[in-house]
Nanobody
Framework: QVQLVESGGGLVQPGGSLRLSCAASGFTLDDYYINWVRQAPGKGLEWVSHINTGDGHTYYKNSVLGRFTISRDNAKNTLYLQMNNLKPEDTALYYC????????????WGQGTLVTVSS
């Protein structure tokens, strides 16, 4: 059974840091493109970052470039998102999702972990 389980969200002050985790089961993480996608309260889905299979190249939304880092630990079959210098506009439910292309083509999603950036 394919499953993605996010963790690591919470309340943090502006300028703070969090590390999100996405534990995969039922498949090998390194065999797939994996994304972080977020949804702010009352808004639509927003792609944040993804990591390629194989070469491990990473890509980021412009607004998080230089602040967020996506990585994976193949031994643990786990994806991470290190988030530094967090801003209130980063407040959202963060999902990891498997696949490439439009959101409808991502074929496995976690339940999400909530990040709230507020003083």
């Amino acid at each position: 059974q394919v499953q993605l389980v996010e963790s690591g969200g919470g309340l943090v002050q502006p300028g703070g840091s969090l590390r999100l985790s996405c534990a995969a089961s039922g498949f090998t993480l390194d065999d797939y493109y994996i994304n972080w996608v977020r949804q702010a309260p009352g808004k639509g889905l927003e792609w944040v970052s993804h990591i390629n299979t194989g070469d491990g190249h990473t890509y980021y939304k412009n607004s998080v470039l230089g602040r967020f880092t996506i990585s994976r630990d193949n031994a643990k079959n786990t994806l991470y998102l290190q988030m530094n210098n967090l801003k209130p506009e980063d407040t959202a439910l963060y999902y990891c999702a498997r696949g490439r292309g439009s959101y409808s083509r991502l074929d496995a999603w976690g339940q999400g972990t909530l990040v709230t950036v507020s003083s």
